[in-house]
């Protein structure tokens, strides 16, 4: 049985291979901008955006190929205020003193479409408060981590130097990652998908 990830991410394709799933990964025809600016503009919450998008996501790679398809979004919330990917270090370390000292959410949404129907939905959302790092530390940071602040909402990656931004992680760490991966591998399960 065909399983295709609709996603770029990196993240969430390693999590997979990780956990012996074998999947095709083909990117969705769908511009995130655009897509996001429409969601912001029908008053949507993070949450509901985050879950639309892994929709979008997920279906329009169902209606090109046949089989399961998983999409998957990851929104930031700060409050009420969404966060997006950096465009460059200066953006980044913006991002990053908004952070500083305060707790914020990763909302994360995942998918699984088949043909034009969704057929599993989750959305988890860990909370993660970052310690009050000093400026210097900060410059550091985001030179040494490079163009690695730029692919993911937060300007930070757990798995990496990132971890060094942090006091206190609440929630699944697969999710932090980009996929709620266990109730995900459950229903890959209850599918005949992976091994039971």
Do not use: C
């Amino acid at each position: 049985m065909t399983l295709i990830l609709a996603s770029g991410s990196a993240a969430r394709r390693h999590m997979l291979e990780a956990a012996g799933i074998i999947f095709e990964v083909m990117s969705p025809a769908v511009d995130e901008e655009a897509a996001k600016a429409q969601l912001r503009a029908q008053g949507l919450a993070p949450r509901e955006q985050a879950l639309a998008l892994a929709e979008q996501k997920a279906l329009s790679v169902a209606r090109a190929r046949a089989g399961y398809v998983i999409g998957a979004d990851q929104m930031l919330a700060l409050g009420d205020e969404a966060f997006d990917k950096p465009a460059n270090a200066a953006e980044a370390r913006a991002h990053l003193l908004r952070l500083r000292g305060r707790t914020h959410e990763l909302i994360t949404a995942a998918v699984v479409a088949r043909g034009g129907e969704i057929l599993w939905r989750a959305v988890d959302t860990p909370a993660l408060t970052m310690r009050m790092f000093s400026e210097d530390f900060l410059d550091t940071y985001v030179a040494r981590a490079g163009d690695r602040v730029l692919h993911s909402v937060g300007a930070y990656q757990l798995e990496g130097l990132g971890a060094q931004l942090f006091e206190a992680v609440e929630g699944d760490y697969f999710s932090v990652l980009g996929l709620p991966l266990l109730p995900l591998l459950a229903f890959l399960r209850e599918q005949g998908i992976a091994q039971t």
